[in-house]
Nanobody, 129 residues
Framework: QVQLVESGGGLVQTGGSLTLSCKFSGRTAAGRTFAGYIVGWFRQAPGKEREFVAH???????FYADSVKGRFTISRDNVNDTTFLQMNDLKPEDTATYYCAATLYTGVPYISAANYDNWGQGTQVTVSS
């Protein structure tokens, strides 16, 4: 069974930075480990739908939402089974609960939350103006 645990959220002023971490534990019944997963970050603001932020494939290819491109960086550490989201130049509109997700599905749009079957509990990021 796979578990994801996020950390690193908090309160920051406009223009500030935060780094979120997501620790992966466990493996599938087939013995797949973190290194084989596609990892993604999503966020959800109050009253809004969950939206895609960034993803990284097992081969470290990345893709970002236009709203965060150039400010956020996704990375992964396959030795410590952790994915990171470095967030710079934060804006009030970045305020949301941030979720990490992982999937083994291939050939699907990784910008869609429906294609991830493992989720963390979320960590709150609040950017004050």
């Amino acid at each position: 069974q796979v578990q994801l645990v996020e950390s690193g959220g908090g309160l920051v002023q406009t223009g500030g930075s935060l780094t979120l971490s997501c620790k992966f534990s466990g493996r599938t019944a087939a013995g797949r480990t973190f290194a084989g997963y596609i990892v993604g970050w999503f966020r959800q603001a109050p009253g809004k739908e969950r939206e895609f932020v960034a993803h990284m494939t097992w081969s470290r290819r990345t893709f970002y939402a236009d709203s965060v491109k150039g400010r956020f960086t996704i990375s992964r550490d396959n030795v410590n089974d952790t994915t990171f989201l470095q967030m710079n130049d934060l804006k009030p509109e970045d305020t949301a609960t941030y979720y990490c997700a992982a999937t083994l599905y291939t050939g699907v749009p990784y910008i869609s939350a429906a294609n991830y079957d493992n989720w963390g509990q979320g960590t709150q990021v609040t950017v004050s103006s």
